[in-house]
């Protein structure tokens, strides 16, 4: 119990250093996760209440979208770490749409999650922007004491609100479109006071992810991000490069990869498939880190209704 406990914090606390209840980090659907999470200059469906809201415009109908993730250490007996993903988006009229976000990623024992609400608008015909509210929480269940010790985390939680700002510009380039996302734009603090003698305890970075994606086709595109952790401060630098064809009517195939731009650099590979039929929508993506391999990945699956 005590080493599965151990490994849950490493996997919160990892998630923490990029910043707590980070979903555009960790990834939210499975088509995202497909293309390596190189999303900002895509977002063309529900999930762009967290890859970028600016995207919502680009949603012609209602769609709900549901994804739950098998993470990491699955190997844990007895527990239940996961990732579950829900969101919903729908225009407003012929400039504006809305979006509702909700994600979870932890266990019995604790979790980190968040909760969005997102609107964009069209500025002009090539330009849309969007911005996210999203309520940032955490909460960690009864642990064990520690040779009669109690942990001070046992049975706590905290949360703050973050902003969330995205830009979408089609480019005079046909097929060519940039997008921007400056995430936890006013560096919300979710464990203000939590931790004693150490205020920016829980203090999150401002993040920048900047991308362009084309469409070679009606049936293929490619799409390349480069994403900045903290923005203010010394945080990494990091690339992603994804692409999406048709195989046949209906059935897409998708590949993307990560790398970190450090001495020390790390970084991981996607693959995954996409069906639509009629107004469902399935995709499925598995993502493993080169740097941790003994995890056997994670399978990312979704499920979208449009209607």
Known sequence: ??????????????TASEGVVNIQ??????????LGNSFVAIADNADAVFANPAGLGQVS????????????????????????????AQPL??????????????SS???????????????ERRLQVGLSAKYLFWSVGAIPDDDGRPDPLSNQSAGNVGVDLGLLWQSPVQGAQVGVLLKNLNQPNVAYGEV???????????DVHVGVGYRLSSQSLVSIQYVRRDLTGEGENGL????????????????????????????????GLGYQWNQLVFDYAYDIGLD????NGAHRFSFAYEF
């Not at 990491?72 to 579950?84: C, R, S, W």
């Not at 004693?196 to 401002?206: F, R, S, V």
């Open 196 to 206: 004693a003698g150490d205020e920016d305890a829980g203090a999150l970075p401002m």
């Open 93 to 106: 009229g012929e400039k504006m749409g809305l979006g509702l976000g909700y994600e979870r990623i932890g």
């Open 109 to 123: 024992l604790m979790s980190e999650n968040g909760a969005f609400v997102s609107l964009s608008y069209q500025v």
């Open 61 to 88: 109908q209602r769609q709900v979208s549901y994804t739950n993730v098998s993470l990491l250490y699955a190997g844990i007996e007895g527990d239940d770490l996961g990732q579950h993903v829900v969101s919903y």
């Open 1 to 14: 119990m005590k080493i599965a406990i151990s490994i849950i914090c490493a996997v919160l606390l990892a």
């Open 292 to 295: 941790l391999t003994e995890t």
């Open 240 to 271: 992603v490069v994804g692409g999406e064809t048709q195989l046949v009517e209906g059935l897409l195939l998708r590949a993307g990869g990560r790398r970190l731009l450090s001495e020390d650099a790390g970084g991981g590979l996607n693959a």
């Open 25 to 34: 980090n960790v990834g939210s659907g499975a088509r995202a996760q497909g």
